[in-house]
């Protein structure tokens, strides 16, 4: 009884360590990446850095965000990146080419986006296409479809169109301020208003999904959609509507994207996709909650910024980056899930 007893006893503090391991492993982890690349490079903790990281991950953080409600209801967005750089085209092609206002050319752009996920929503509950083949096809369409106006070419002002008159259009300084405008905060022109945008948006997301009677009834629906559809819920309206949310933002990024660039680049959203993948995912590691949410996405959209500027910073080739970022992506998963499921495994 009493060889029982001290087991019991000695097994009390690794299971104290594995408790902190998954609830905190991963905050102590951006700390330490903090604390390593202020001491490995000069000048990353000053404000300006702070600004670069959070502007390069604001866009990054908003699509994360939409990938998040797709995961919730247990599905996923491929599309989510065409999705944005199609906001950015249109956006460029409606104001430079066809001339249109600041307020048509947004208001398109997030019909844009919520028509693409009502389709991708249809294709997957209605005509049970699965959720990876119904986004990636919708990706390589929107690929395509937004090359066709300009024949492959950016969007510019005074641009040669393909008819050979010239476009006389221009960015409007109202849709260019959504990009290049900083407010300032206890130093002048020190935050940018895409990052005052994605703290909003994250805040909304939270409240939502984690206060709210519909975010519940979406986390019940990727826990178990059957049991959901018995309990009473409407379980294709919701992830139709998750489809929708995850396309309303992607065009939010890419009208972003498009401001603060000042032209319809078609290679500029080349990584959006998969860095917003990578925060979403990374997500699932924040706090140990082991499942999609708002907050460990911000969170993961951080890390990601920190870890490339801090890789730039040091001087990192390119080429590295998308590497470390998937080790990191990898580790933070297996970390999570092992211990989580060790966790479990223990409790029961």
């Not at 969170?299 to 910073?313: D, E």
């Amino acid at each position: 009884m009493q060889d029982g007893t001290n087991t019991h006893k000695d097994m009390a503090p690794k299971k104290t360590l594995v408790d902190y391991a998954i609830r905190y492993g991963f905050l102590t982890l951006l700390a330490g990446l903090l604390i390593f690349f202020s001491v490995a490079t000069d000048g990353f903790l000053s404000p300006y850095s702070a600004v670069f990281i959070f502007q390069s991950v604001a866009i990054t953080g908003i699509l994360a965000l939409g990938v998040t409600f797709t995961l919730v209801v247990d599905g996923f967005d491929l599309s989510i990146g065409s999705t944005a750089t199609s906001a950015l085209m249109l956006s460029a092609y409606m104001m430079v080419v066809l001339g249109t206002g600041v307020v048509p050319a947004v208001l398109a752009c997030l019909v844009m986006g919520a028509l693409i996920g009502l389709v991708n929503g249809l294709l997957i509950v209605k005509m049970k296409v699965p959720d990876l083949l119904a986004t990636l096809g919708m990706m390589f369409l929107l690929i395509g479809l937004q090359r066709i106006p300009t024949e492959g070419r950016s969007i510019a002002t005074g641009m040669k169109l393909p008819d050979g008159t010239t476009a006389n259009g221009t960015f409007a300084p109202e849709f260019l301020w959504l990009g290049r405008h900083r407010f300032d905060f206890f130093i002048d022109n020190l935050i940018p208003v895409s990052v005052v945008i994605l703290v909003i948006v994250a805040i909304l997301c939270w409240v939502f999904l984690e206060l709210t009677r519909h975010g519940r009834l979406m986390y019940a629906i990727g826990s178990n959609a059957r049991a959901a559809a018995l309990a009473g819920t409407n379980v294709n309206r919701y992830k139709i509507l998750a489809y929708m949310i995850s396309g309303v933002l992607a065009s939010v990024g890419g009208i972003l994207l498009a401001a603060r660039l000042g032209r319809g680049d078609i290679a500029s959203g080349n990584n959006l996709l998969l860095d917003s993948v990578a925060a979403a995912l990374i997500g699932y590691a924040v706090m140990g909650v082991a499942k999609p949410n708002a907050f460990g996405t911000a969170i993961g959209a951080l890390f990601v910024g920190i870890l490339l500027q801090g890789l730039t910073m040091m001087n990192a080739p390119y080429y590295t980056q998308d590497f470390v970022k998937g080790a990191v992506l990898v580790i933070a998963l297996v970390f999570t899930f092992v211990l989580t499921g060790r966790r479990g495994g223990s409790t029961h």
